[in-house]
């Protein structure tokens, strides 16, 4: 079984289409998070929700809106697509809230190629 | 606010030499520090952390890493290393401590590992 699964793992789209990104994790973790993996392979957090309650917003553009279902699911939609929002998008988990020694647990990852 | 610096983007071994990819962070409280390892086309996946206790760490793959306090440090070792063990290494930092803590990550190092 999968730990966090994405779909789909290549997503190629033109400038302005709106596009979503799926994601969930079976390991019964509260906390969920998206990173941005550029071209350079600089990882860096956008979102992070505990328990379906967003607790992190890294002054990402409002196109990008994630949504939790429920705990085990974060979701991503992006509206009017960049060039510049190509990249490899990542989704993780972790147990808990409290301090940042948790492990997080990362997906495939999915692959946004903006033309 | 914490950082990471990894000195190298790139590191050039050959089989069975060792291992050495460093690793400088700045936090201004007790640190919790981590090592990741992405293979090609793959998600992060854990390597080992530190956040309180015995300073060398242990991983897996062989892997271990020792945290100097005194040189703001935590570098990644192995003393043989093999051909899988090609594949990008990021360092990353969190602030220890109660509360929601995010994950830093440094720019990562690629390495190389020649028959």
């Known amino acids: 079984d999968t730990a966090v699964s994405q779909t789909p793992k290549y997503l190629v789209t033109q400038m302005g289409n709106d596009k979503s990104i799926k994601c969930e994790q079976n390991?019964?973790?509260?906390?969920m998070y998206w990173y941005k993996q550029d071209s350079k392979k600089f990882l860096k957090i956008m979102f992070s929700?505990?328990?379906?309650?967003?607790?992190i917003n890294e002054t990402v553009p409002n196109r990008f809106s994630p949504k939790s279902p429920d705990k085990a699911h974060l979701n991503l939609h992006i509206n009017s697509l960049e060039l510049g929002d190509s990249a490899v998008y990542f989704c993780a988990s972790s147990q808990g809230l409290t301090g940042g020694a948790y492990e997080q647990y990362f997906g495939p990852g999915t692959r946004l190629t903006v033309t | 606010a914490q950082s990471v610096t990894q000195l190298g983007s790139h590191v050039s071994v050959s089989e069975g030499a060792l291992v050495l990819l460093r690793c400088n962070y700045s936090s201004s409280v007790p640190p919790y520090l981590f090592w990741y390892v992405q293979y090609p086309n793959q998600g992060l996946q854990l390597l080992l952390k530190y956040t309180t206790g015995a300073t060398l760490v242990k991983g897996i793959n062989g892997f271990e890493a020792e945290f100097k306090k005194s040189e703001t440090s935590f570098h990644l070792t192995k003393p043989s290393a093999h051909m899988s063990d090609a594949a990008e290494y990021f360092c990353a930092v969190s602030e220890g401590g109660t509360g929601f803590q995010k994950l830093v990550f440094g720019t990562g190092t690629r390495l190389l590992v020649s028959p």
């Open positions: 390991l019964g973790h509260d906390t």
């Open positions: 929700y505990n328990n379906k309650e967003l607790i």
